[in-house]
C-alpha cells in the first residue's frame, strides 16, 4: 500500500468536500453520513463521472430516502425525519412529501391559490369543513397548511372546533392559550405559535374550551380576531366541528368568506354534503372546492 500516495488523495479529496449546501455536508451534519464514507462516495463519484447520490447509492452508503431528504433541503423544501419531531406522524405532509397523497394536496392548494387567495378581492382566510363526522377534517386542515408553509406562505392554522379540538396534539403544542383566549380578550396575537420544524407555520390552538362555543365564534370579536390576523399570514386556515351536529363550522366559513368541504369516500352522505354546502352558502358564505378524502 503507497501510504503517501493515499494521504494525498485523502487529502485531494477532503479539499473538495462539498460546502455546507451540499449533499455530503448536509447528511453528515444530519448524523446520516460519516466524513469517512462520504470521502468514499467523492472517490467513487470523481473516478465513475457519476452524482454524488448515485455514487453513495451504489456503495450502499446511502438511500434514495436519504438523498431525497437532502435535496429537499438543498432546494429549501425541508421535511421532518420520522422520530425527530412532536408533530405526528399523520401530517404526512411534513415527514413524506413525495408521497401520491401529497402530490394530491399540492394540487389543492394550487386551485386555493388561483381560486381564492390569489383572487382580485384579496382573501386571506378559508374554513376547512364537513358536513359530518370522521370525515378527515382535521387531517385535511393540518396538512393542507403544511404544503402551503413549503411555499414560502405566511401559513396560520386556526383550530376554530372549540369543541374537541385535535390541532394541539397533531402539532405537539400546549392548548391552554388559544382562539377562545384571543376572542375574549384575555390574550394578543401572540397566543399563535410557531411550529419551529416546518417553515412558515403557526398554529393558532383551541385554548380552554368555553361553556357557548356557538356564541363566542358568532360574535362580532371573532371577525376582528381574523381581521387583526390577516394582516400577519398570507393563508389563515380555520379547522372547524362537524356540520351535522355543530353550527359552528357555518359561522366560521360565514366569517372567513368561504369554506373547503371535506368528504370522505364510501362514508359521506351525499344528501348531508349538500344541504350542509346550501346552509353555507345561504349564510353568506362560499364553498370554494371539496376534496374527496380517501384515507
Not at 383550530?159 to 396534539?169: E, F, G, I, K, V
Amino acid at each position: 500500500m503507497n501510504t503517501v500516495h493515499d494521504a494525498a488523495e485523502t487529502a485531494r479529496l477532503k479539499a473538495v468536500l462539498p460546502r455546507d449546501s451540499s449533499i455530503g455536508a448536509i447528511l453528515i451534519a444530519e448524523g446520516r453520513l460519516t466524513t469517512a464514507d462520504a470521502l468514499r462516495i467523492l472517490k467513487l463519484q470523481h473516478e465513475e463521472g457519476m452524482r454524488f447520490g448515485e455514487a453513495a447509492c451504489r456503495l450502499k452508503l446511502l438511500t434514495e430516502a436519504d438523498v431525497e431528504f437532502a435535496l429537499a433541503r438543498q432546494f429549501d423544501y425541508p421535511y421532518l425525519a420520522k422520530g425527530s419531531s412532536q408533530v405526528a406522524a399523520e401530517v404526512v405532509a411534513a415527514y413524506n412529501p413525495f408521497s401520491p397523497q401529497v402530490e394530491a394536496l399540492r394540487a389543492i392548494r394550487s386551485q386555493l391559490m388561483l381560486r381564492w387567495f390569489q383572487q382580485a378581492g384579496g382573501h386571506r382566510s378559508l374554513a376547512v369543513v364537513s358536513a359530518g363526522e370522521k370525515e378527515g377534517r382535521s387531517w385535511v386542515a393540518a396538512n393542507l397548511a403544511v404544503v402551503f408553509s413549503q411555499l414560502g406562505t405566511r401559513t396560520l392554522l386556526i383550530d376554530a372546533d372549540l369543541r374537541s379540538p385535535r390541532q394541539h396534539r397533531i402539532f405537539g403544542v400546549d392548548n391552554r392559550i388559544g382562539l377562545s383566549a384571543l376572542v375574549t380578550g384575555r390574550a394578543g396575537a401572540e397566543a399563535a405559535l410557531r411550529i419551529p420544524d416546518l417553515r412558515d407555520l403557526s398554529l393558532l390552538p383551541a385554548g380552554t374550551l368555553p361553556p357557548n362555543p356557538q356564541e363566542i365564534l358568532a360574535r362580532p370579536a371573532f371577525a376582528r380576531t381574523l381581521e387583526r390576523l390577516e394582516p400577519l399570514y398570507d393563508v389563515i386556515l380555520i379547522d372547524t366541528p362537524c356540520g351535522n351536529r355543530f353550527a359552528d363550522g357555518q359561522t366560521v366559513a360565514v366569517r372567513a368568506g368561504g369554506a373547503l368541504m371535506v368528504t370522505r369516500r364510501h362514508h359521506s352522505r351525499v344528501g348531508l354534503v349538500r344541504a350542509y354546502g346550501d346552509m353555507i352558502r345561504q349564510a353568506g358564505g362560499e364553498v370554494v372546492g371539496a376534496v374527496l378524502n380517501e384515507r
